[in-house]
C-alpha cells in the first residue's frame, strides 16, 4: 500500500475523499441535502453559531473531557503508557452528544421543527433525543428491534426524554435497517425535518460535516498530551463503526506522520459473511445509504447481515474517509472480536474503575494485545467514547454477572 | 437529451401521441413471488393493456420503497433472485412480451455487476431502458455514457422538492421519458393526488420534450385519468404488487390481467 501520500483534509465539491463519498439518494432528498449543505457552510463562518455551539459543549456537554493516564493499565500491561480520551464523561455519556449539538443548532436554524435519527447502540438516540428536548424540537429515533432489546436502557432515557422510538422489523433488526426507515421518514417528511445522521456517513455533506462536529476530541487530544508529556503520541486507537469517534480523534494528527493512528473494527464471531462488522478485512467497495465506501455485500451487490456484540459496531458500511484513509495507508485497520471486546472491558473496569461501552472496548482490546510490546516510553491513546452502563445486559447474557 | 435512435421507448410513445393516447406504465418485482412466475406476469400486464413494463430487481435495503414493494423484494429475494438471475431471464421474458421493458433497480446491484456488462448484458437481453433510483444526475457520468453506448435509455426521477435548476439538471441526463413523483414519500398508495403534482409537471415541461411519466400513489383509474390531464403517462407499481400479494397464488395471472383491464380505464383507451 503506497504511504506518505498527502493526507485528506477535505472532501472536493462533490463530497469525495479521493474516490470515495458523494451522493447517492433519492431525487427527493436532493434539495434538502444541498440545503443542508448550504446552511452548514454558512453556519461553519458564522461566529454567533460557533460561539452558541462552543458554549452548549463547554457548559452543557461538559468539555473538554480530560485526557488520562491509565497508571494501573499501564503498568499491568507492562508496556507503553496508556492514554484514555475520556468522552464517556461527556454528558449522555458518550461522544455523539458533539455531533447533535452542532446538528440540532442547524436544523433550528434551517427553521426545521422535527429531528429523526437512526440508533444502533442508543448512545446516538438518547444524544439526539437529549439536544431535541434541549432546542425544543420534536424527535423521533429508529432503532432495530434486536438493538432496542440488547440496549433496552437507552431506549427508557429516550422515551424519558420526550422522544417516540420506533422499532423496526426488517432485515437483522439493526442499524442497517434503523437507517432505511430513517431515510423513508426523511424522503416522506422532508419539509419539516432533519435527519440527524449519528456518524460520518451517509451522502455529503454528513461525512465531513458530522467530522468537523467531532474533530474537537483531536484538538482537544493534541493539546493534552503535549502538557501531559510535551511531545506527541506515538499512536492513536479508536474503535470504527461509521467512523465518528475515530475520525473525531485521529482527523487534528493526521499531518503529524510520526504519530500512527489504529482504527478497530468489529470482528464479530468469525470473519464469514454475516458474522462480523469488518468493512476492511472482508468488504468492498460500493453504495449503501447515500455514500460510495468499503461494504459488505454479496457478489451480487445485495448488503450483507452483521454480527457484532456491540450494536453500535454493528453495520455493514463504513465512512467514506475512513475508506480514504485505508486506500492511502495513513490509518491501520484492524478488527477485534466480540470475546476480546467483552474481555477488555472487564480488565478496563477492574484496574481503572471505569466501566467502558463495548464499542470502546474493541479499541482497548487492541491496546491490550500492543501496549506489551511496545517499550515504556511509548505513548498510546485510546478513545474512550461511551461508557458501558448500556451493556450490563449484555455482560450478563453473556454469563459475566 | 434525443440521440436520434428510435428507441422501443421513443416508438412507443410516438405511437401514443398519434392515437391521442396516454400510456399506462405497470411496475412489478421482478421474481416475486418466484422468478418463475414472472414471464406469465408480464404478459398478463401487456394483455391488461400496459404500454411500458418496469421490471424491479430486488435489492436488501429498498430505502425508497414502501411496504408493500419492500415485501415483494423479500419474497423475490428469499427466491434467490438476484440482477444476475433477471439478466439470464430476461431474453425468455422479451421473446413473451412486446411492450418496452425498463429496469428499475438500486444503484449498488448494477455497480458490482459492472457498468459496461450490465449495460451489454441488459442490452442484448432486450431491456430497454434503466432507472436506477439512488442514482442522482451529479453521479451519474459514466453510467449515462455506458447505457447511452449500448443503447438504453437512461430514466431518472423528478420530484415536488426537485428545484427548477435540479429539474433542467435531471432533463439533461434522461431519455425515454423522465419519471415524475407525484408526491415526497415512499412508493405506495394514497387516496388523494398530491396538490404539487399539477405545478411539477407545468414546471418540467419548461426543460424537456420528453414524455412525462407520473408515478408513486396511484391506485385507481380516476386517479390516472386525473394525473393524464397534463402528463403523457401514469405509473402505477404499489397497488399491482399488492394485487399480485394478494391474488395470484389463489386465482393465477388472469386476475392481474383483469386488474390492469380495470387500472387501464382510467387511461381512456381500453386494451388491443
Not at chain 1, 107 to 132: F, N, P, S, Y
Request: with cysteine; charged share 20%.
Amino acid at each position: 500500500m503506497p504511504k506518505e501520500q498527502p493526507a485528506v483534509t477535505a472532501p472536493d465539491a462533490r463530497g469525495r475523499f479521493g474516490e470515495f463519498g458523494g451522493r447517492y439518494v433519492p431525487e427527493t432528498l436532493m434539495h434538502a441535502i444541498e440545503e443542508l449543505e448550504q446552511a452548514y457552510e454558512e453556519a461553519r463562518q458564522d461566529p454567533s453559531f460557533q460561539s452558541e455551539f462552543q458554549y452548549l459543549l463547554h457548559y452543557f456537554a461538559g468539555r473538554p473531557t480530560p485526557l488520562y493516564h491509565a497508571r494501573r493499565l499501564s503498568e499491568h500491561l507492562g508496556g507503553a503508557q496508556i492514554y484514555l480520551k475520556r468522552e464517556d464523561l461527556l454528558h449522555t455519556g458518550a461522544h455523539k452528544i458533539n455531533n447533535c449539538l452542532g446538528q440540532g443548532l442547524l436544523a433550528v436554524r434551517m427553521g426545521k421543527t422535527r429531528l429523526i435519527a437512526e440508533t444502533g447502540a442508543g448512545q446516538h438516540g438518547v444524544a439526539t433525543a437529549t439536544v431535541a428536548a434541549l432546542l425544543g424540537l420534536q424527535c423521533r429515533v429508529y432503532m432495530g428491534d434486536e438493538d432496542m432489546a440488547r440496549q433496552s436502557p437507552n431506549v427508557f432515557r429516550m422515551r424519558l426524554l420526550g422522544t417516540e422510538v420506533v422499532g423496526v422489523s426488517s432485515g437483522a433488526k439493526t442499524l442497517k435497517d434503523a437507517i432505511n426507515e430513517g431515510m423513508r421518514d426523511w424522503v416522506t417528511n422532508v419539509e419539516n425535518t432533519h435527519y440527524l445522521m449519528g456518524s460520518v456517513l451517509g451522502p455529503h455533506p454528513y461525512p465531513m460535516m458530522v467530522r468537523e462536529f467531532q474533530r474537537v476530541i483531536g484538538q482537544e487530544a493534541r493539546r493534552q498530551i503535549l502538557e501531559a508529556t510535551g511531545k506527541l503520541p506515538d499512536c492513536l486507537f479508536a474503535c470504527v463503526g461509521g467512523g465518528s469517534n475515530s475520525i473525531g480523534l485521529f482527523y487534528d494528527f493526521i499531518p503529524d506522520q510520526e504519530v500512527k493512528m489504529v482504527g478497530v473494527e468489529a470482528g464479530g464471531r468469525s470473519l464469514h459473511l454475516g458474522d462480523h462488522a469488518a468493512r476492511f478485512a472482508g468488504g468492498s467497495p460500493g453504495v449503501l445509504h447515500g455514500t460510495y465506501t468499503y461494504i459488505l455485500q454479496t457478489a451480487d451487490g445485495l448488503i450483507s447481515n452483521t454480527h457484532s456484540v456491540s450494536a453500535g459496531l454493528d453495520y455493514p458500511a463504513v465512512g467514506p474517509e475512513h475508506a480514504a484513509l485505508y486506500r492511502q495507508g495513513r490509518v491501520e485497520y484492524t478488527y477485534a472480536n466480540d470475546e476480546e471486546a467483552l474481555e477488555a472491558a472487564q480488565i478496563l473496569a477492574r484496574m481503572e474503575g471505569i466501566i467502558p461501552a463495548l464499542e470502546s472496548s474493541h479499541a482497548l482490546a487492541e491496546v491490550i494485545k500492543r501496549a506489551p510490546q511496545a517499550g515504556r516510553k511509548k505513548v498510546f491513546i485510546v478513545n474512550l467514547s461511551g461508557r458501558g452502563d448500556k451493556d450490563l445486559g449484555i455482560f450478563q447474557s453473556a454469563g459475566i454477572l | 437529451m434525443d440521440t436520434g435512435v428510435t428507441s422501443r421507448i421513443g416508438s412507443k410513445f410516438r405511437e401514443l401521441g398519434e392515437q391521442k393516447a396516454k400510456g399506462l406504465i405497470i411496475y412489478v418485482t421482478a421474481g416475486d413471488p418466484a422468478l418463475e412466475a414472472t414471464g406469465e406476469l408480464l404478459e398478463a400486464i401487456e394483455r391488461g393493456g400496459a404500454d411500458i413494463i418496469e421490471l424491479g430487481v430486488p435489492f436488501s435495503d429498498p430505502l425508497a420503497d414502501g411496504p408493500i414493494i419492500q415485501r415483494a423484494s423479500e419474497r423475490a429475494l428469499q427466491g434467490g433472485t438476484t440482477l444476475r438471475k433477471v439478466m439470464q431471464a430476461l431474453p425468455g421474458w422479451r421473446k413473451r412480451v412486446s411492450v418496452p421493458l425498463v429496469l428499475f433497480s438500486y444503484y449498488n446491484p448494477i455497480l458490482q455487476y459492472g457498468l459496461e456488462n450490465f449495460a451489454r448484458d441488459a442490452s442484448e437481453a432486450g431491456a430497454d431502458g434503466v432507472l436506477a433510483v439512488d442514482l442522482t444526475p451529479e453521479e451519474s457520468e459514466s453510467y449515462v455514457q455506458t447505457l447511452r453506448k449500448w443503447n438504453l435509455d437512461t430514466i431518472f426521477l423528478a420530484s415536488p422538492t426537485s428545484t427548477d435548476e435540479r429539474l433542467e439538471r435531471v432533463a439533461s441526463v434522461s431519455t425515454g421519458f423522465l419519471y415524475l413523483i407525484s408526491r415526497t414519500g415512499v412508493t405506495g398508495e394514497r387516496k388523494e393526488i398530491a396538490a404539487n403534482t399539477r405545478p411539477l409537471i407545468q414546471r418540467t415541461r419548461k426543460f424537456t420534450r420528453l414524455p412525462l411519466a407520473v408515478g408513486f400513489g396511484l391506485s385507481t383509474p380516476q386517479q390516472i385519468h386525473a394525473v393524464e390531464e397534463l402528463a403523457d403517462a401514469a405509473v402505477v407499481g404499489s397497488a399491482v404488487v399488492r394485487a399480485i400479494e394478494e391474488r395470484f397464488s389463489a386465482e393465477g395471472a388472469a386476475a392481474i390481467e383483469k386488474y390492469i383491464r380495470w387500472l387501464k380505464q382510467g387511461t381512456g383507451s381500453s386494451p388491443a
